[in-house]
Every structure is written in C-alpha cells, then in structure tokens.
C-alpha cells in the first residue's frame, strides 16, 4: 500500500527503484524496522484497550512545540439560521447557546448520550468527555491534557476586550443548567461592565501569550503563576471552565442577525474564526472548546485538537442546534441560585507584561503573513455528482489534484483524513487521494485527452479513491503504522531506521495539499491552517447542491485566490468530463438496445409461441 501511494510521486524510475529498494532493506529480516515492529506488537498486547497508534498520536500533539493557532486549531463560522428569526443579538444568540451546549455536557458527563454510529457500526466515544472541562496545559518539552472534575466545571469564562468573567452555566444548589433568561442575564452584565476602547487603542489580552511556541509559554505561565495568589485562581478557573465563549467587540459587516456575505466579509469571518483578535477578538487557544459571537452576531467555533477530532464536534454540532431551533433546553430549578458574574484578577509582572506586547506583534505578522480564500462552487454539487455516478468526495479529489497540478506543475503529496472511531481509542488514518489513477486522469486533463477517455481514467481514480478511504477507515491504512514506528525509534534515542529518510518517504509525509472535509447543517464554512511551507490548506463540504471550500497557505498573498480560482475551474472540467461520459454511456446503450431490438425483430420476437417445448 506504501508503494502504491509512493509510485505516482516519484518523478523518474530511478527514484522509484530507490524506493522499492529501502523498503525491501527494511522489511529484511532481522531488521531495524522488524525490531520496532516487535516491539510495537508486544506493547498492542498490553494496551488492549486503545490503538497502537495512540500514545504516539497523543504524543505527537502534545510534545509539538508549535503554535496552536492556525498549525493545529481549526476553527468554523456557524450557521444563523440554527437561532430563531427573532434572536438576532449578541447576548441572546450566546445565552441559547450556552444553555444548550451546557445540557449536551451534562449528558455526555452522565454516560447517557447515545452512541455514534456510521454505517451500522457504534463508534469509539471517549473522545466525548474531554470537550467540556479540559484544557491544554503547556509544559517544557511536552504539554499536559487537563480534565478538571464535573464539580470544578460548573462555569464558563467568558472573553471580552481584555478582560475574563467567570459566569456559572449550573444551579449551585442543583447543578441543573441554568436557564435562557438567567444566562442572557449575566451575559450582558458582561458585556455592559467591560470597559470599551476603540479597536486600535484597546490593549492586548493575555490571552495572546497562548499563540506563542508552546515552551516559551510554558516559562511565562509559571512565572504568571508564581507571581501572585490571584494570577493562579484566574488561571485555574480557565483550566476547570466547562467551555470558553467569546463575546467580540468587533462586528463582520452584517446586519440584523443576517450571516456573511459571499466573498471578502466570508473570508473575514473565517479569518476571525481562525485566530481571532488580541485586542478585539482575543482566543485562548489552549482551550478544548470555544463558542465566540461576533459584534453582531455572527456565531464562530474553534477548537484545540490534541484531545479529539472532527467527529464529537460534529455530533455536538448537531445536538446544540437541534435544542435551540426547538427551544429544548434542560428544565431549569423553580427557584435559581447561582453567584453573579466576576472578572477574573491578574497581578502582571513587567517581564510578562512586555512578553504580551512582543507576542502580540508577532502574532499579527503570522497572521497577515496567512493567506486564504474562500469559493462557493455552485454549478452542481453532491446530488448531481451521485447522478453521474461517482462518490462526491472522489470526484472532489480528482479537482484538487487536477488544480494542485495547474498551481505547482507537479503532483502534491495529499492527505485527507479519515476517521478511524471504529476502533477502540481510535481517531484518525490519512487516506491518500494522489493515486496512479488520479495521477492518470489528471495528466489526461492536462494533455487535453477527449473527454469520454478522461471520463473513463477518472471513473477508475474514483473507484481507487473509494477503495483508498475504505481501507484507511478500516484500519488498513499505513501513514499511522510508520508513523508509530518512526516515534518509537526516536523515543530510544536511536536514530529511526533508514527507510524514514528515503526522499519519497519525506516527501510523501510533508503533505504539501492538506484537506479534510466536514458537512453539517449547522457550519457554514469551517478552516484549517495548511501543514507545509509552500503548500495549502484545503476544507471542503457537501452543502445542499453546492460545494464549499477554503484554501489557506503561507504563499505571497493572492496565492489562495489562485488555488481556489483552479479548483473552480477543475470543477467545471470535471462536471464536463461527467457529463461527456454519461451522455456517451447513454448512446451506447441505446445503440445496445436498438441492435437488441433488431436481433430480436429477425428472430421472431425470441419468444416462444404457447404450447412450444
């Protein structure tokens, strides 16, 4: 399976040789890699409960001395449409959704929400619990997963300009949710007691120190935490929050609740869900979970990804707005009790205090040096695609492929994610769409092929591509395994065998085209960071009869705009190459049925007259 994802990247036979030739060195027995395997295999057996894959997976996230925002937070922009006509506000969008996010935690605490399933299959689950409660810790060397206990996590953190409320979301009394009215309540005590500066004047919050290369953060937290009593309650009561919300002091554009236009006001919103602000739009980004609302209105999402991945997010997605479009909240007490809402304290050093200021100006240069773009495909989408005969998600992967290769000249090394929940501590495989079948249908496109041989070379891609996903959903992908094996040779000490340094293998791992695809009712638009240098980003979803995408890369600026104009057009080629293949299907069979109904015309009709033997 290696090889065969390996073959159509190498760029002359030579290279390929070289290749075929490291893995038969590191399959050999008696081998380096043999020996890891070994190893890896003895210790499976005494983690039954979880993957083999998982200390390494966790490991990797945690031990990452990368920023978290944009390299590995994602972020959303969220549908309006999930509030009621009639909830247009900042505060009243908030306050519904807090209270329904509070009840779907309190079910997953409980053990009482109903399994996922996919395809018949109950699904791994304990991802769930670390959604609410938790928080990324940074530690020198390798950052630590806290989950504080339900009775900790009785409140939420609310973040405005540059301050921090603690708002309690249960009873104190009962511990039930709280209602609607009563959140709306202390929400907008917030938002009135939080002093208000224009956007180029208002300080940066402290929350910006999170943005920052995870050791260095680590030095300015304890030193934040030795500084004082206070600093040290305010940061223990944003570790132990259920979740964090934001309450932006800056507005998108929109109007009366509406959501972001098409074009520039989309990209700025994605943007904001992306990184934020930290003067106007301020992130912790160590945070599990955080809900944020916009100025006016528009609602956003982003979360930290060392605990889970895509799957718990897009089953609470559902749930939450699910209970706010039907008003379904928890019952909340006859009689509510809970304390008011308090600002966090924090006693800041100099030191600190320039630390902040430095890391703000860094922050902003990363995030002007990002560029993305957002494209709504509108021609045909997932309906039509199906009616054509081919799996959406193939027939997406072939046009970014196709685009990839009119940006760059080359094939990219590809990484889509599946998920890998079947399994007991699973989470996710790379399925890798660049096969010899894709890598045909995109060098027929180029060449100008007609397009009923196109349209046969990207039928086959397809029929690989779905064959490539199944087995990564199915535990029978390998960028996990290699990736397990390679972490455990360096956690000895020694160097990881040389199969790990053959230039195929290094440029197969650097995916410079990341993509991922996430398709709820409730997202608008979701957004992730691209993982190489000189590559992209790519989110897509399957909305009603369009297709959504938003590139990101670190290229000059424009550099998205470019990729997202070729994907249009890929798009487009692809839609013809569809329609050119069914419409020949369509003559040949009906070329097959006339030639048919002649056959039979001369034979008598091929019927046998009653009686006949």
């Given at each position: 399976?290696?090889?065969?994802?390996?073959?159509?990247?190498?760029?002359?036979?030579?290279?390929?040789?070289?290749?075929?030739a490291?893995?038969?060195?590191?399959?050999?027995?008696?081998?380096?890699?043999?020996?890891?395997?070994?190893?890896?295999?003895?210790?499976?057996?005494?983690?039954?409960?979880?993957?083999f894959?998982?200390?390494?997976w966790?490991?990797?996230?945690?031990?990452?001395r990368?920023?978290?925002?944009i390299?590995?937070?994602?972020?959303?922009v969220?549908?309006?449409?999930q509030?009621?006509?009639?909830?247009?506000?900042?505060?009243?969008?908030?306050?519904?959704?807090?209270?329904?996010?509070?009840?779907?935690?309190?079910e997953?605490?409980?053990g009482?929400?109903?399994?996922?399933?996919?395809?018949?299959?109950?699904?791994?689950?304990?991802?769930?619990?670390?959604?609410?409660?938790?928080?990324?810790?940074?530690?020198?060397?390798?950052?630590?997963?806290?989950?504080?206990?339900?009775?900790?996590?009785?409140?939420?953190?609310?973040?405005?300009?540059?301050?921090?409320?603690?708002?309690?979301?249960?009873?104190?009394?009962?511990?039930?949710?709280?209602?609607v009215?009563?959140?709306?309540?202390?929400?907008?005590?917030?938002?009135?007691e939080?002093?208000?500066?224009?956007?180029?004047?208002?300080?940066?919050?402290?929350?910006?120190?999170?943005?920052?290369?995870?050791?260095?953060?680590?030095?300015?937290?304890?030193e934040?935490?030795?500084?004082?009593?206070?600093?040290?309650?305010?940061?223990?009561?944003?570790?132990?929050?259920?979740?964090?919300?934001?309450?932006?002091?800056?507005?998108?554009?929109?109007?009366?609740?509406?959501?972001?236009?098409?074009?520039?006001?989309?990209?700025?919103?994605?943007?904001?869900?992306?990184?934020?602000?930290?003067?106007?739009?301020?992130?912790?980004?160590?945070?599990?979970?955080?809900?944020?609302?916009?100025?006016?209105?528009?609602?956003?999402?982003?979360?930290?990804?060392?605990?889970?991945?895509?799957?718990?997010v897009?089953r609470?997605?559902?749930?939450?707005?699910?209970?706010?479009?039907?008003?379904?909240?928890?019952?909340?007490?006859?009689?509510?009790?809970?304390?008011?809402?308090?600002?966090?304290?924090?006693?800041?050093?100099?030191?600190?205090?320039?630390?902040?200021?430095?890391?703000?100006?860094?922050?902003a240069?990363?995030?002007?040096?990002?560029?993305?773009?957002t494209?709504?495909?509108?021609?045909?989408?997932?309906?039509?695609l199906?009616?054509?005969?081919?799996?959406?998600?193939?027939?997406?992967?072939?046009?970014?492929?196709?685009?990839?290769?009119?940006?760059?000249?080359?094939?990219?090394?590809?990484?889509?994610a599946?998920?890998t929940?079947?399994?007991a501590?699973?989470?996710?495989?790379?399925a890798?769409?660049?096969?010899?079948?894709?890598?045909?249908?995109?060098?027929?496109?180029?060449?100008?092929?007609?397009?009923?041989?196109?349209?046969?070379?990207?039928?086959?891609?397809?029929?690989?591509?779905?064959?490539?996903?199944?087995?990564?959903?199915?535990?029978?992908?390998?960028?996990?395994?290699?990736?397990?094996?390679?972490?455990?040779?360096?956690?000895?000490?020694?160097?990881?065998?040389?199969?790990?340094?053959?230039?195929?293998?290094?440029?197969?791992?650097?995916?410079?085209?990341?993509?991922?695809?996430?398709?709820?009712?409730?997202?608008r638009?979701?957004?992730?960071?691209?993982?190489?240098?000189?590559g992209?980003?790519?989110?897509?979803?399957?909305?009603?009869?369009?297709?959504?995408?938003?590139?990101?890369?670190?290229?000059?600026?424009?550099?998205?705009?470019?990729?997202?104009?070729?994907?249009?057009?890929?798009?487009?080629?692809?839609?013809?190459?569809?329609?050119?293949?069914?419409?020949?299907?369509?003559?040949?069979?009906?070329?097959?049925?006339?030639?048919?109904?002649?056959?039979n015309?001369?034979?008598?009709?091929?019927?046998?007259?009653?009686?006949?033997?």
């Amino acid at each position: 399976r290696y090889l065969r994802a390996a073959e159509p990247l190498t760029t002359s036979a030579a290279q390929l040789a070289a290749t075929r030739a490291a893995v038969t060195e590191a399959l050999a027995p008696g081998s380096a890699l043999r020996s890891l395997q070994a190893e890896l295999e003895r210790r499976e057996v005494e983690r039954r409960d979880a993957s083999f894959v998982s200390a390494a997976w966790e490991s990797m996230y945690l031990k990452g001395r990368w920023p978290l925002p944009i390299n590995s937070n994602p972020g959303s922009v969220t549908r309006s449409t999930q509030y009621p006509p009639d909830v247009t506000t900042q505060v009243a969008r908030a306050a519904r959704s807090v209270a329904a996010l509070t009840a779907f935690a309190q079910e997953v605490d409980a053990g009482t929400l109903a399994p996922d399933v996919l395809k018949g299959a109950p699904l791994d689950m304990r991802q769930y619990p670390l959604m609410f409660g938790a928080t990324r810790l940074p530690r020198a060397g390798r950052d630590v997963l806290h989950k504080a206990p339900a009775e900790r996590s009785g409140h939420i953190v609310v973040l405005r300009g540059s301050d921090f409320w603690v708002v309690p979301v249960v009873d104190e009394r009962t511990r039930r949710p709280l209602s609607v009215a009563a959140l709306e309540v202390m929400l907008q005590r917030v938002v009135d007691e939080t002093p208000s500066a224009p956007p180029a004047s208002a300080p940066p919050s402290l929350a910006v120190l999170t943005t920052v290369e995870r050791d260095r953060w680590a030095r300015v937290r304890a030193e934040l935490e030795a500084h004082s009593d206070a600093n040290r309650a305010s940061l223990a009561a944003l570790d132990d929050s259920l979740f964090h919300l934001c309450l932006d002091t800056v507005d998108l554009g929109t109007k009366d609740g509406a959501e972001p236009a098409e074009g520039a006001m989309l990209d700025a919103a994605e943007r904001t869900a992306l990184v934020g602000n930290p003067r106007t739009a301020p992130r912790w980004f160590d945070k599990a979970c955080t809900y944020v609302f916009s100025a006016d209105a528009v609602p956003l999402f982003t979360f930290e990804h060392s605990w889970g991945d895509g799957m718990p997010v897009l089953r609470c997605g559902l749930e939450v707005a699910a209970r706010i479009r039907k008003g379904r909240y928890a019952a909340p007490a006859d009689d509510e009790h809970c304390a008011p809402p308090r600002r966090l304290e924090w006693k800041v050093p100099p030191a600190v205090a320039a630390e902040v200021e430095r890391c703000d100006a860094e922050f902003a240069a990363t995030c002007e040096a990002l560029d993305l773009q957002t494209l709504k495909f509108s021609a045909f989408g997932a309906p039509q695609l199906k009616e054509w005969g081919i799996s959406p998600d193939a027939a997406v992967q072939a046009a970014l492929a196709l685009a990839f290769h009119r940006v760059t000249g080359h094939l990219g090394a590809t990484y889509e994610a599946a998920t890998t929940a079947y399994f007991a501590g699973g989470r996710t495989e790379t399925a890798r769409p660049t096969t010899s079948e894709a890598s045909a249908f995109v060098h027929a496109a180029r060449e100008g092929r007609p397009l009923v041989e196109q349209a046969a070379a990207l039928h086959a891609s397809a029929k690989r591509h779905t064959q490539v996903t199944g087995d990564a959903a199915r535990g029978r992908g390998f960028d996990r395994h290699l990736f397990a094996l390679k972490t455990l040779a360096e956690e000895g000490g020694a160097a990881a065998p040389s199969f790990f340094s053959d230039p195929t293998y290094t440029h197969l791992a650097g995916n410079e085209l990341s993509t991922s695809t996430l398709t709820l009712p409730s997202v608008r638009q979701s957004i992730f960071g691209p993982v190489h240098p000189k590559g992209f980003g790519v989110m897509y979803s399957f909305p009603s009869k369009d297709l959504r995408f938003c590139a990101t890369t670190w290229g000059p600026r424009g550099s998205a705009a470019k990729m997202t104009a070729e994907i249009e057009a890929a798009l487009a080629h692809v839609g013809a190459v569809l329609e050119a293949g069914a419409k020949a299907k369509a003559e040949a069979e009906a070329k097959g049925a006339l030639a048919e109904a002649k056959s039979n015309a001369k034979g008598g009709g091929g019927v046998n007259p009653p009686g006949a033997r």
